[in-house]
């Protein structure tokens, strides 16, 4: 294993009408931009590189706001963080800056983000997140959820459900956070993939799984972004493939 290759895209959806999603993989980060063509950054295996998606509260102000801040203090923090305490700290730290930005400012108060990711090391890989944004193994077994979804069980009838228990700020009083962690072992060909619930909210885990079997990873970023285009588009839609490659 000699490098980390990312491939993503964030795009507004048909509903919206602005991108509250940010992304941040290593030092480069993404805020509220609006493409559908995928790009791709490649970096050298060993060296500690966060890949991650954050995706700002509907319904409170300044969703945008908070995804920004939280990828931008995970950018920073990124070249540092060696382990899942180190992580879970990163992410207190998120928490803190969110609250923080409110302060003396009314037209962000109770904002807030969920944030999905991972961590790549030498010698494992950390699964992260906080609310509902999701990261996936995608590997020889087929598709995995690997992050936990802080979201109450859909109703009867619905496979999805909008509401979130737990996320980075998004209350008027500071609110502590309990992110979920997992660790595992990096191994040459996997691919993990990183994403808002833009993704996973209108394309079920089986049509995902097959376009990441059927694509490589350019193409796979893009047919993922147009299958939540065709399903209606209702949310942001922002994705990151992140493979182990030599």
Aim: charged share 20%.
């Amino acid at each position: 294993m000699t490098y980390i290759a990312v491939t993503a895209l964030s795009h507004v959806g048909l509903v919206r009408e602005h991108n509250e999603d940010s992304l941040v993989i290593g030092p480069w980060t993404l805020c509220g931009t609006v493409t559908q063509n995928p790009q791709t950054l490649v970096f050298p295996f060993g060296r500690p590189l966060v890949v991650a998606v954050a995706d700002g509260l509907g319904g409170q102000p300044a969703g945008e706001v908070a995804s920004e801040l939280v990828v931008r203090q995970l950018s920073s923090l990124g070249p540092s963080l060696d382990c899942a305490e180190a992580v879970g700290d990163a992410l207190d730290l998120c928490n803190d800056a969110v609250y923080a930005a409110t302060d003396g400012r009314p037209d962000l108060t109770a904002m807030g983000t969920t944030v999905a990711g991972t961590l790549v090391l030498a010698e494992s890989l950390l699964a992260f997140n906080v609310g509902d944004s999701k990261v996936f193994h995608a590997g020889r077994d087929g598709l995995r959820q690997v992050s936990v979804d802080d979201s109450p069980p859909p109703a009867p009838g619905h496979r999805t459900t909008s509401a979130v228990t737990q996320v980075l700020g998004g209350s008027r009083g500071r609110t502590a956070i309990t992110p979920h962690i997992g660790t595992f072992t990096p191994a040459e060909g996997d691919r993990y993939l990183v994403c808002s619930d833009g993704l996973t909210d209108p394309v079920p885990d089986e049509a995902i799984e097959e376009l990441l079997r059927l694509h490589d990873d350019g193409r796979a970023a893009f047919e993922l972004w147009k299958a939540a285009i065709d399903a209606g588009g209702p949310d942001n839609i922002t994705l990151a493939l992140v493979r182990i490659g030599s």
